[in-house]
């Protein structure tokens, strides 16, 4: 596995280097043992706080991240906390992420569907291009503010991996195409912690 250890206006020393790679490898050894790459992430929390945040996104198959991420007062011990949370998500799934892997090598490539993700600004949350307002303050024209825009695939999966997918990147939501009707689905996390499914039902 490739691993990039690096630190945003910090210094990475070898012995937290050394203890990234072995913890990591252990890790992927451990629960999948089919990882190809990971980056971790070291930088500081705020101005003066002590605190250090540590980022993780490790692939653990072609389209599948693990991405975790801890805040702590200590750069080894956020580590550990994100590490332990990667582990976990990794138990958790470690059946059905074998199980896609083995698919993965009998099949041909998953249909993908190309999109455009945008960022949109929300009033109050954080910069966005000025643009023309009304004598009220409200801007003009009825589409939102493009902040940002990435090209991206919709993959065609079963629900499980789906919800899989999604807990394992930590994201709030995932569209997908779904592999049983051919539909445009989502899931997405509910306030209560449980996992929401959207299945648009044609006329």
Known sequence: MEMTVQGKQIDIGDALR???????TDIDEKYFNHATDATVTFSREGHGSGLFRVNISMRV?????VITEATEND????FDSASEKAAKRLRRYKRQLRDHHARKQKTPEEEQTKALYYTLAVQGGGE?????NDEDGVPLGDDPVVVAEISADIETLSV????MRME???RNALL????????????????????????????
Do not use: C, I
């Open 18 to 24: 050394t203890h990234v790679k072995e913890k990591l």
């Open 160 to 163: 499980s991996d789906a919800v």
């Open 75 to 78: 750069p080894y011990v956020a």
């Open 176 to 203: 997908f195409r779904n592999a049983k009707n051919n539909r445009l689905n989502m899931v997405y996390m509910r306030n209560d912690g449980n996992v929401g499914w959207v299945d648009p039902q044609e006329d």
């Open 168 to 170: 394992l990147a930590d």
């Open 128 to 132: 966005a291009p000025e643009q023309d």
């Open 61 to 65: 198959s072609k389209n599948v991240m």
